[in-house]
């Protein structure tokens, strides 16, 4: 595994998204129906977050079990990761390892000239190991 390639050669070029206003109930239906872990989510076209698969087993944890008719009326923005941070397609393939490792990130959303291009995650830094 060359470390120094960098992660364009790798990354997920379609990525899944929804926007903020976008229903819980509606962000479990297409992370059950895709084989995806992480959706970014835009506002107006640019990057305000990023929800894992982990994130609703989160507020199920917290609020589904105090409030569950709370969860009725969430959207994105009421539970995403705010602000996530975001690479370069050019980035190397060690960079974002170490801060896959430094902040117990599983994926990062890929970004050139501050348009979403792709997004990389764990899994593809794995299936890479052993091509």
């Known amino acids: 595994m060359n470390v120094e390639n960098p992660i364009k050669e790798i990354?997920?070029?379609?990525?899944?998204?929804?926007?903020?206003?976008?229903s819980l109930n509606d962000i479990e239906d297409v992370l059950d129906s895709k084989p995806i872990h992480h959706?970014?989510?835009?506002?107006?076209?640019r990057i305000d977050g990023i929800?894992?698969?982990?994130?609703?087993?989160?507020i199920y944890r917290s609020v589904g079990l105090v409030d569950p008719d709370r969860m009725v009326s969430m959207k994105a923005k009421d539970f995403m990761v705010a602000n996530?941070?975001?690479?370069?397609?050019?980035?190397?393939?060690?960079?974002v390892s170490d801060i896959f490792l430094a902040n117990k990130f599983h994926s990062l959303p890929v970004v050139e000239d501050g348009e979403l291009v792709g997004i990389v995650t764990s899994h593809d830094l794995i299936k890479y190991s052993y091509q």
Request: net charge negative.
């Open 11 to 22: 990354m997920t070029k379609e990525v899944i998204v929804v926007n903020t206003e976008t």
């Open 39 to 45: 959706l970014v989510v835009l506002n107006d076209g």
């Open 51 to 58: 929800i894992s698969k982990n994130d609703i087993l989160r």
């Open 84 to 95: 996530p941070m975001v690479v370069d397609p050019d980035d190397t393939i060690g960079l």
